[in-house]
């Protein structure tokens, strides 16, 4: 089955421990990116990658990072998680080239920061 | 800058047609989308409309746009309580498809039976 596999799903942990969401797609897309969803504010783009070792911030990248090493996985690294920083996370993917562009979503993390 | 609004909110009753609206600020939006969001789950695409369209037709669904004003509408007809969700309306910059979309807050349809 296509899909974006995110995990874990749900995470509480405490300020400053570093912790990484993996993200993996099986469609063998080129194009994956990171966004965050808070209430009223809708789904914002953190980091994007357009194809393997090329990433680049989107609208709200401070405190996250990420790398492309290979096509399908791309982790979300939050090296010192702060309060701030809790929110509903999804990974995405999609096919490059001409045309709309059709994202495919994985399921979400809820990430809790204490 | 991009930007893309919607209301937060729509209640309707089942069998009663639901709209939801959207407005956006970039001239050079190529494509616009609807999606939708289950509770627990992921955003899934429910259709699309491209920019030198009015009108797209998908079985109950009816995305209508209106390019002077910037206006995109999804009407979903007998809308049912599994209509129920979060749905986003997203629009895609420049030519060809450089993956960014701009997401507006979603707006949350309650279906009530």
């Known amino acids: 089955e296509a899909q974006v596999t995110q995990n874990p799903r749900y995470l509480i942990t405490v300020t400053g421990k570093k912790l990484t969401v993996t993200c993996s797609q099986n469609m063998n897309h080129e194009y994956m990116s990171w966004y965050r969803q808070d209430p009223g504010l809708g789904l914002r783009q953190i980091y994007y990658s357009m194809n393997v070792e090329v990433t680049d911030k989107g609208d709200v990248p401070e405190g996250y990072k990420v790398s492309r090493k290979e096509k399908r996985n791309f982790p979300l690294i939050l090296e010192s998680p702060s309060p701030n920083q809790t929110s509903l996370y999804f990974c995405?993917?999609?096919?490059?080239?001409?045309?709309?562009?059709?994202?495919?979503f994985g399921a979400g993390s809820r990430l809790t920061v204490l | 800058g991009e930007d893309v609004e919607q209301s937060l909110f729509l209640s309707v009753r089942e069998g009663d047609s639901s709209v939801i609206n959207c407005t956006y600020t970039d001239s050079s939006s190529t494509y616009l989308y609807w999606y939708k969001q289950e509770p627990g789950a992921g955003l899934q695409l429910l259709t699309y409309i491209f920019s030198n369209m009015d009108m797209k037709q998908d079985q109950r669904l009816t995305v209508l746009l209106n390019k002077k004003d910037k206006h995109l509408s999804l009407r979903i007809a007998d809308t049912q309580t599994g209509d129920s969700a979060i749905y986003f309306c997203a629009e895609s910059l420049g030519s060809g498809n450089t993956g960014k979309l701009i997401f507006g807050q979603g707006t949350t349809l309650q279906v009530k039976p």
């Open positions: 995405a993917s999609s096919p490059m080239g001409m045309g709309a562009n059709v994202l495919t």
